[in-house]
């Protein structure tokens, strides 16, 4: 006897979206990706899965990319720091650390890192990820928008390019399986976009 | 008639590369490449267009991403970047920014971003990646190297990690498709590298 022999099948609930079979559609995704990795990952798996159907994954998620970013958001292990210490370089190294340990930890680099993957690959996935960057670029912008409005930052410095800057860091390491960062390696990153790498005049 | 009536098959000349095969392998997976994109990138279609075998592929490349890498060596188009101009900024400019022209122009990008999409699928393609990389990292960390032995450069700077800055910002681009980077935008991400962020105080 399996478990689907036990358990009453799912039903689909229409169009508008049931909190509990979702989180279960959520759940049994993260499953899939974390036992069978990107290569098995397939709606009909989840479906199966989540003893959810088909049509009704894809009226809530019109692509695989789209499910997997609402499972990267949906971990409760994420914890994005986009801190307000009153200092910039505590903050951008709470960001920086943050977001690495928050890849390490778990399976939200996994998950990220598929993500990633199906984006060069689809175009519907590229699309969801972009919109995704969108809106963490202008969230983590306000750490330098911040600090530019206490004088700590120059006012023609580009916000958003800073925290890219910091991030596309993380992406490459999280990308190259590289994220056991150490904390003097994440200093080294933000003290060389902070007060930069040349040798200062001698006074 | 097709074109596979024509020509003669090309057969297999053993474990030694053969440079005339190689390179048709080679001009044939990129070919397969940009017509089908990653998902429709195949040995086997490969083989098909190159009129090799797949044993005689598998022999000289390993893994797909092996063969994907090969490609992105192979094209006339790279002209990878690694200036010795006396002067750490244009040094440093000139990278980048051909980095990202190389990944612009041509199915160079194209081809790359498949190679770290299949590493986040196969552990064969995230070796290749990464050893890849590691060359890479330490060809260009010599800009740096360079410039400390000039004075320029602060002595206690990781070479490797500030060309790894600039080299992670250009993946960034290339993966969420926005290379249209301005020569604002390079000379925004190498200044702050170069000079940092903060504010000079008062003189």
Excluded at 62 to 69: G, I, N, T, V, Y
Excluded at 80 to 96: E, K
Aim: overall charge neutral; proline content about 4%; charged content about 25%.
């Amino acid at each position: 006897m399996t478990e689907a022999d036990i358990k009453p099948a799912r039903r689909s609930i229409g169009a508008t979206r049931n909190p509990a079979s979702q989180e279960a559609i959520l759940v049994a995704a993260e499953a899939v990706l974390v036992e069978n990795g990107l290569s098995g990952f397939s709606i009909e798996a989840v479906a199966r899965r989540a003893r959810a159907g088909k049509p009704t994954i894809y009226r809530w998620w019109p692509s695989q990319a789209a499910l997997l970013l609402d499972v990267y958001h949906n971990q409760k292990r994420i914890n994005f720091i986009f801190p307000d210490t009153g200092n910039v370089h505590d903050d951008l190294r709470a960001y920086l650390h943050g977001l690495l340990q928050t890849w390490r930890e778990g399976a939200s680099g996994e998950v990220f890192r598929c993500v990633v993957a199906k984006a060069q690959e689809e175009p519907a996935a590229l699309t969801a990820l972009s919109a995704y960057m969108a809106g963490r670029r202008q969230q983590s912008g306000k750490i330098v928008e911040r600090a530019q409005a206490r004088g700590e930052v120059r006012p023609e410095v580009k916000p958003e390019l800073v925290t890219e800057i910091l991030a596309s860091f993380a992406w490459g390491r999280l990308l190259t399986e590289r994220l056991n960062v150490s904390e003097e390696e994440v200093d080294a990153v933000v003290d060389a976009v902070l007060g930069g790498i040349l040798a200062k005049p001698a006074t």
